[in-house]
């Protein structure tokens, strides 16, 4: 890898590669760094001098990262919100001015459930920051050579702030705080003709399953349970988001089976009926994570707290 001189590199370039990403045109990206459009049109010109790529495309609809732009942003974000962070270790965080944007791990279930209440929350107290969802399956492996879970590489490297998902043990480098549990139920369509009986276990297996999983080769909590009972169900179609499982059982006479939260905000708009399990199962518990070295961090620390006002309030 070639070195320079550190006197030689003006990491304000960073910032002017940073902006251009975050708000994706010449004239909002200077104004946010506090650039004339013509010193930003020079900047970038230094800037892909020095990489040899042209980093942006120009578009109708403003700038586009090239495929370098898009391998490098993730580096060039760490380093401006590390900078930030080192900067501002010892102020206080004022969410009424700061425009940052916190970035949640969380799977679809969380996003319909959590996201409304804190969209809400964080408008009304930080009309400026951004709220960025990233898709994150409990399981699964990143792609690297430690094969970490996905959460943990994505806590670790920045690409989140907080998750919020049903949580296995972490390491001491994480805290997981708890934030609530619930039961989980059985939906079918209210058209369902097994909806006129009672649901009871042969009938539940009887019947075609709509399984919800980030990792379709998984065992989850509901074969674990059949499987020491000797039973099995018929999967009949396996997808990833609890909403794809709604709008397939809302017009199928399939059942599937999710926690009760995200059923009942489908409820009426689907015509479900949500039914008791007819075997013992213990609730889920939804906890949040995040990286023990951000536990004093004022911005964290207050994201975290509207995340658990939220979950402190009635979710139904």
């Known amino acids: 890898m070639q070195r320079f001189p550190l006197g030689s590199i003006d990491l304000n370039l960073l910032k002017v590669i940073y902006a251009l990403v975050v708000k994706g045109n010449m004239t909002a990206a200077g104004a946010y760094i506090g650039l004339s459009q013509p010193a930003m049109s020079h900047a970038l010109k230094r800037v892909r001098a020095i990489t040899g790529d042209e980093l942006f495309k120009k578009t109708s609809g403003g700038f586009v990262m090239t495929r370098f732009c898009t391998e490098i942003f993730p580096a060039v974000r760490r380093i401006i919100e590390d900078t930030e962070s080192v900067m501002l270790s010892r102020l206080h965080f004022e969410p009424t001015t700061s425009h940052r944007a916190f970035r949640i791990g969380m799977n679809d279930y969380f996003s319909v459930v959590l996201m409304p209440l804190l969209v809400e929350r964080v408008r009304s107290k930080a009309e400026h920051c951004v709220l960025e969802v990233i898709h994150m399956p409990r399981t699964g492996a990143a792609n690297n050579r430690n094969y970490l879970p996905v959460v943990q590489e994505h806590l670790d490297d920045g690409t989140i ?10 390491p001491a480098r994480y805290r997981c ?13 209210a058209h369902n003709p097994v909806a006129k009986e009672p649901l009871s276990l042969e009938s539940l297996l009887s019947m ?4 919800v999983t980030s990792a379709p080769s998984r065992r989850g909590w509901i074969d674990e349970r059949l499987d020491s009972m000797g039973l099995e169900r018929r999967v009949v ?3 990833p988001h609890f909403s794809a499982a709604v709008a397939i059982v809302a017009r199928s006479d399939l059942v599937a089976i999710m926690p009760e939260s995200v059923a009942k905000l489908f409820e009426r708009s689907h015509e479900l009926l949500l039914l008791e399990s007819p075997f013992a199962e213990e609730k889920q518990s939804t906890s949040m994570i995040w990286l023990a070295e951000k536990e ?5 620390y207050w994201l975290r707290e509207q995340i658990s006002a939220c979950f402190a309030e009635d979710l139904s």
């Not at 705080?177 to 369509?189: A, G, K, P, Q």
């Not at 075609?208 to 399984?211: L, M, N, P, T, Y």
């Not at 004093?296 to 964290?300: G, T, W």
Request: with cysteine; glycine share 2%.
């Open 161 to 170: 702030d907080v998750a919020v998902m049903t949580a296995d043990s972490f």
């Open 177 to 189: 705080s708890s934030l609530f549990t619930e039961r989980r139920v059985c939906i079918m369509s």
């Open 208 to 211: 075609g399953h709509v399984k």
């Open 237 to 239: 179609a396996v997808v």
């Open 296 to 300: 004093r961090d004022p911005a964290s």
